[in-house]
């Protein structure tokens, strides 16, 4: 990694410095493992206590906090955005190279930016186009008429459904399935019958897809995801779903179909979320709960129960199974 | 698409007009948003409120609905198995070109029917045999021995393992994974030591099988789904389990090995459903359950609980851990 | 298969024989299903009701439970582990053959052992080691730097990002993905800043990672399994997580970030553990609970609640609402 003085970075940033400008940092670590050509950061009060011990050559951090630390600082009022952007320009993803690899499969009909880089084992089909700038790593799959949005990028081994439209500098994770079909079925004289899924998925500018995540197709109209959507991994959206810009969805949470999530949501991990329901804006739910009704207030909401010692669990789950019982007995207590 | 006349449509579906015969519809489209031009339909009585503002040329309704409706109509007992049937006529579905994909690679030792469609990138192991019309969308992995049957369609990106038999019609969305080993470890001196897992996994006809779902192949025998399940995106299905026909599993559901559930089951999403347990025909478990003991009555269970606003359910968490602590209190109180 | 006698099978496993020394078995069952032919096993006590009506050519079973069967057998302090080992000798699996397949790219800055074998459209990227014995089966995709072990084996479609160590005889299913970013996310004037991840993955010796699991690159430092850790299908695991030795984690269960699990901890199926806390040794987790604080003392935990007939598990749900009234209600008796 190239080294940079905290001047450097500090004008390149919008950020102040503390100490000597002249301090060069070339890596990046955290407050434990930081040596004296680090640059760290802290962005979460309860890790202050390390900062006794920390050795980095500078750190980020907030205004609050700089008192606590006698080293180098660069200052700002969000440490943890700072630390993203300057890590991400000190340390350069890799890209895949412009042009189509020799073993990608490219439709003579499919329409590709010369700015795009196809990957290995790729299969592009007719009336796809690719944007400029955008990346299709190895391993991708991109169906008819599909359109990827300039700078997107899909990691590997990502599957786009027919014309499943992806935005601008959306980032798609490996193992991500966008537009297979909704979970339609009609029961005609005791058989199933597959009920066609005829609409698409919109993903929105600047959304975040995890690997092995799933977004179904509308089954008439479409899947909306609008922009900056962020889901983290195993995340299954349901056909005809729409997720308002902002929100953030943790791994493991699964959404019923037609369900409308609001903007500035957070959906903690592993949440179950019932069909036909609207959440409002800046709803937050906390891990492993079930959300089985419609939320029209912003606030915290939740119904996950922290385990606790199993023989212990056994006698509470003894005791739910009373509460009935209890209900009569303490009604003709107070009878008397 | 091309247009029909309602009097066309109801020859071919065996439905009853009500208006004007000679309408001609030519797409397919919501109650809020159809069109003049368009075809819709009423299943779920909840939205029958919309029957006022609707602009369709043309609806599927029940007999029941059709007073409430002033426009076209096509009626029929089951309208949305009619829609079903309707819609996959007048908007196919895009298909695979039949033959041998120049990049894919089929091993000289598999037995593909010149009917057969091997999409771009897909792999085709010694011993398999891809029956007639089956579709293999690009990307596949077919492992050695297993079968593909008559008209059978892997949309893309999906696994199948070594020896496992998918049955005729059998629809399988992408990242599904068919026949990796099940999870078997013996604790040996302190290092498990992994289980052979001989068996395979056989899909009856008509099955559908959701994007990213996984089914593990048998210990010693079978993993077994019969005909006509339909699995939706996500679903963990492990060794040895065995699925009745007609049963529909909902997203996020995993069903630990050797449990047996029923016929015409209905599980709803992210179910966790118990090992070596039987589940009788007709079972309906709602959303986010955990299903523990054997069921032996058709019937509905579960033991999902709603969210609530989070300072109320943090209340009620306190209160759950009071539970012994009541019983002691209630009883004393009565033995006074 | 070829035929064994039970003398054979006894010296090279170390088992003492009961009965015919001379007995042949050539094929491996179920109690149930063993004909005079077939070796089966018995290692749980509750299939033992099974023994009377068994036609095993032989069985492998316990000290405890010879008496109890009439036929030959084969014995050993712990049938399961014997059968794991008779098992995989008897029926070896097919493995890929040696040397890289002509649809598969490699790229001219990897280095891939002679003794090991590329699969039908793999992609191994610059930089990537693929050590002796290894086996990369059918369309994985394995990116720059990243290293697999000797003896490994990717079995298909697997995903390993960059810079991911995969250590030696790691077995990894289908579907997974191993080094996708984590979900690191600033939030800087309303909009989602993506936090670079720039960590790996260190996947100790004789692990095995289940289908479509994923875990997610660190942060900073790396996310790392010990050895002999054994993921289930469709498994989450965060970027950080750190999992000791011999751990076994059941399907469906999800991990989220930082998060340090023990040695000998046993995750059942379905669950879903916090972030940021520290589980001791010897931990198990009954199937769907929630984990919200660390623990610190080994033993059994869990918050799950087992499905009830729906009619009796709402009257429930009605009462946990009314548990802060009821607090009330009973303080008031207790007072009089």
Redesign the interface.
Known sequence: MPAFTLEELARQFDLDVRGNPQQQVSG???LS?AGPGDLGFL?NAAYARQLGDCRAGALILSEKMVDRWSGNALVTA?P??A???I??FM?P??TVPTGI?K?A?VDPDAEVDPSAAI?????I?AGCRIDAGAEI???C?V??GATIGRQARL???V?I??QVRIGERV?I???A?IG??G??????Q???????Q?GSVQIGN?C?I???T?I?RGA??DTVLEE?V?L???V?I?HNVHIGA?T?I???V?I?GSTRIGRYCMIA??C?I?GHLTICDQV??????????SIE?P???????????????K???V??????D??R??RK??NK
């Not at 979970?183 to 005609?188: I, P, Q, V």
Request: charge should be negative; aromatic fraction near 8%.
């Open positions: 990046l670590a955290t493992a962005a969000n943890y955005a630390w993203a952007r890590a991400a340390q993803r890799s690899h073993t499969w990957g290995p084992q790729c299969s089909a790593g190895a391993g799959v169906e008819a990691v590997g081994r599957f459904g027919e980032l994770h490996p193992g399935v297979a079909d979970f339609g079925l009609a029961l005609d005791g058989q199933w019958l597959k009920v066609p005829m600047d975040e995890g690997a092995n799933t179904d008439i109209e900056d962020r983290d991994n195993q299954q349901a902002h953030a943790a791994g493991c699964g019923a991990g592993a179950g019932g937050i739910v906390t891990a492993m709960s079930t959300v089985l009704d207030e606030g915290e909401y939740g119904s996950g129960i922290p385990a606790r010692a199993h023989a212990r669990w006698r509470i789950l005791r739910l199974g009373q509460l009935d209890w209900a007995r303490l207590l107070e």
